[in-house]
């Protein structure tokens, strides 16, 4: 017959192998989630700034991805910028060699191939929208596509479609820079230089004489300074561009660092400690089986088998 001792002893043995397969199932259960908690509620006070931290976190990324898109966006925007100075100098190189051999025969292949280096740089888009014509979304922001078109073209109503208003970038710390400047604002001298080539070209059946006229030789001269001013205009972007490019670098950096503090302590809030978890549930076996083991011993015990 079981003794009154036993009999707590046995009640006791019970309660001691609920809690443990409760603990272990708990256990098992993080290291399959990886999470403290089933659920939100789990974490009990702690889940209003869990929540918050997740979006926080959620926020920062998405930051963080548009700033480091931007880097090929950037890449690609001082090609087009060094291409189009690169056509403005290029141009005026070739208008002083005119002067200094006094022949301009090759003038006009030359004012060709700069004006479609330019137009080409200045229509560049990036994922769809072009890199100078503001907020305006499809074509690019030079509408003509010829000399011809140029000539007689009002500037820059007639050569520029943009938008009122620049693409603007708003950064984490509320601060808004403009990513590109317009087409308009960077190229307008460039167009203004080289419509005034054309109509010069024009005025002279199309080709300038060889050898040019004193004043023929002085129009061109100060028409390529005026193409070598227009260029360092577009390099000058170039470089704003550029100082633009670098601090939405900082910016990504800084949005990274943040999202890593952010992610380590939403681990430390809501992630399972496998170390420790694997741990505990070594020990909590052991304790397991030594407690089922004695709890065994007392279920068979009587005064018979005493005797």
Do not use: C
Request: no cysteine.
């Amino acid at each position: 017959m079981t003794s009154a001792l036993t009999l707590r002893f046995n009640a006791q043995m019970q309660l001691d192998l609920q809690r443990i397969t409760r603990e272990l199932g708990d256990l098992q259960r993080q290291l399959a989630s990886g999470a403290k908690a089933n659920d939100l509620m789990g974490y009990g006070s702690g889940v209003a700034q869990l929540i918050n931290a997740r979006g926080l976190l959620a926020q920062t990324d998405a930051r963080a991805t548009a700033a480091a898109q931007l880097g090929a966006r950037f890449d690609l925007q001082a090609s087009a910028l060094s291409r189009a100075a690169q056509g403005g100098t290029d141009l005026a190189k070739a208008m002083h060699d005119a002067v200094a051999t006094n022949s301009a025969s090759s003038l006009g292949v030359n004012l060709n191939l700069a004006f479609s280096m330019i137009t080409s740089a200045f229509n560049e888009q990036w994922n769809g929208q072009p890199l100078f014509a503001g907020e305006r979304v499809g074509d690019g922001p030079v509408t003509i596509n010829s000399l011809d078109q140029l000539a007689t073209a009002i500037i820059p109503s007639g050569v520029f479609a943009e938008a009122d208003r620049h693409q603007i970038l708003e950064l984490e710390s509320g601060a808004k820079i403009t990513l590109a400047e317009k087409a308009s604002e960077i190229g307008r001298d460039l167009y203004e230089a080289m419509r005034d080539i054309k109509q010069l070209i024009d005025s002279h059946g199309g080709a300038l004489p060889d050898p040019m006229p004193e004043a023929v030789r002085d129009q061109v001269q100060a028409l390529a300074s005026r193409v070598e001013n227009a260029s360092r205009v577009v390099t000058a972007a170039e470089g704003r561009s550029g100082q633009t490019q670098r601090r939405i670098t900082d910016e990504r950096e800084h949005l990274t660092a943040r999202s890593n503090l952010l992610t380590k302590e939403i681990g430390d809030r809501a992630d399972a400690d496998v170390p420790a978890i694997a741990l505990k549930l070594s020990q909590l076996e052991a304790q397991y089986q030594a407690t089922a083991k004695v709890f065994g011993d007392l279920s068979r015990l009587s005064l018979l088998e005493y005797l």
